[in-house]
């Protein structure tokens, strides 16, 4: 099986990489989408397009770096200015 993390920033996904070697049959890949919808969309497409991968799961801050959320929350993101 094979499994793609992503996030926009290689800050968000280097607490995930030590799962690389902890996943047996599964071939881990991380992705670096680049920040914002646009660069998202892009990047994921393209890298779909080429891998096909059978997962793929998208990780991050939701951009903020403030004390309004605890680490671990998680949020809904309803508008992006852009």
Known sequence: MKV???AATAMEIEPFKVLRNR???ID???LISGVGA?????TLEKYISSSSPD???QIGIAGTY???LKVGSAVAVIDELI
């Open 38 to 42: 646009i660069a998202t969309t892009f």
């Open 4 to 6: 793609v993390i992503t």
């Open 55 to 57: 997962l793929l799961i």
């Open 66 to 68: 403030g004390d309004k």
């Open 28 to 30: 881990l890949d991380y």
């Open 23 to 25: 996943l047996d049959g």
